[in-house]
């Protein structure tokens, strides 16, 4: 379907999403959530879709954050929406069943920084730079930056970058493990659909068990121990385990279904 702020294109299976607002170096404003939600819908219960790559627009920023004009005149309930509005979404691309890589084609500040964090992991160009500058505005991260980053840093360097507004480098975020390669921009896309093709090879009910049971290390409603234990025996339960066993055993490969 047409979106406003994104340009998609599914191929092989993998929907590359393009946020596409480079006269704004990408920010995040309300047609951009509106267009986030509606894609999730789509990445969601479209079978087509096995696994999803998120960048943005240009060579130049990834999302550079969100769009401050929205901010103007907002009051605190009016506040509290706004980042109770960009969580939903957000949480919804760290559920997603389906592997969602980020893709950081540049700066990847505030919003965009959060949206990166978002999804299930990073890859980054060399010029990436990543923080989180909310303190500049007497504000803070509103759509899961506090948690997420220190999820992924560590307690120590996340309140560093939050308090400081400093930014990292490409370079730097793969030291501190915010990032899982590093790569040359032309190589960007590829090295992400090189992974997604391996993926999407493997048992598409059990992918999306891994994911879960791993996000239920950072779920405080959950037992990430007992969570494993039932999605490891609710796997007995699909065809998919069948078919990878009995491939095993006959030294052949699997045939996937999804059931």
Known sequence: MPYQTLLTE???????????????????????????????????SNTQIQSVIITGSGNKAF??????????????????QL??????VFNRI????KPIIACVNGFALGG????????????ASENAKFGQPEVNLGLIPG???TQRLAQLIGKGRA??????????????????GLVNYVVPQEELLNKAKSILQTINTKAPLAVAACIKAANAVWNETKNGFNEEIDLFGDC??????KEGTNAFLEKRTANFKGK
């Open 10 to 44: 599914l191929e092989n299976g993998i929907l590359t999403v393009t946020i596409n607002r480079p006269d704004k170096l990408n920010a995040l404003n309300k047609e951009v959530f509106n267009d986030l939600d509606e894609l999730l819908k789509d990445i969601y």
């Open 63 to 80: 999302v550079a954050g969100a769009d401050i004009t929205e901010f103007g005149n907002l009051s605190v309930e009016q506040g509290k």
């Open 83 to 88: 980042a109770k509005r960009g969580q939903d």
């Open 94 to 97: 760290e559920n997603s069943p």
């Open 112 to 123: 965009g920084c959060e949206l990166a964090m978002a999804c299930h992991f990073r890859i």
């Open 143 to 145: 759509y899961g930056g």
């Open 159 to 176: 309140i560093e970058l939050l308090i400081s507004a400093n930014m990292i480098n490409a370079a730097t975020a793969l030291q501190f």
């Open 236 to 241: 007995f339960g699909t065809e998919d385990m």
